[in-house]
C-alpha cells in the first residue's frame, strides 16, 4: 500500500526504455514525483486499474482530460483478479461483481 513495496527498478527500467501505452495495475496510482506517478508524469500510461487514487494530482490531471483510461475496483475483487489469472482463472463471482 501506498509507496512501499513498489518495484522502483521496474519503474526505472520503463523509464529509461520509454515504452508508451503502458496498462498498470495496483492499489493505487503512487504521487506526483515517485514510483508509478514517474511514469504518469511522462506520459507513459494509456491505462490505469487501481482501486484507489486520491493522492496523484497529475493521474487527477489526466483523467480528466481524457488522456488516461481508468479502471476503479475494489480492493478485495482486484487482488483476486489478479490471483486469479496468475493460477489461469479465466472468470470468477464476487458479491460486488453482481447485479
Known sequence: ?????IPE?????L??????????????AGVDDF?????????Q??????SY???????????LTGELEVELTPQGTLAERIRAGGAGVPAFFTPTAYG
Open 15 to 28: 523509464l529509461e526504455t520509454k515504452a508508451k501505452n503502458l496498462t498498470l495495475v495496483s492499489n493505487n
Open 9 to 13: 527498478n521496474l519503474i526505472g527500467g
Open 53 to 63: 487514487v486520491g493522492e496523484n494530482a497529475e493521474f487527477e490531471r489526466q483523467y
Open 45 to 50: 500510461v494509456k491505462r490505469m486499474i487501481s
Open 35 to 43: 514510483g508509478l506517478g514517474l511514469l504518469l508524469r511522462t506520459r
Open 1 to 5: 500500500f501506498g509507496l512501499c513495496g
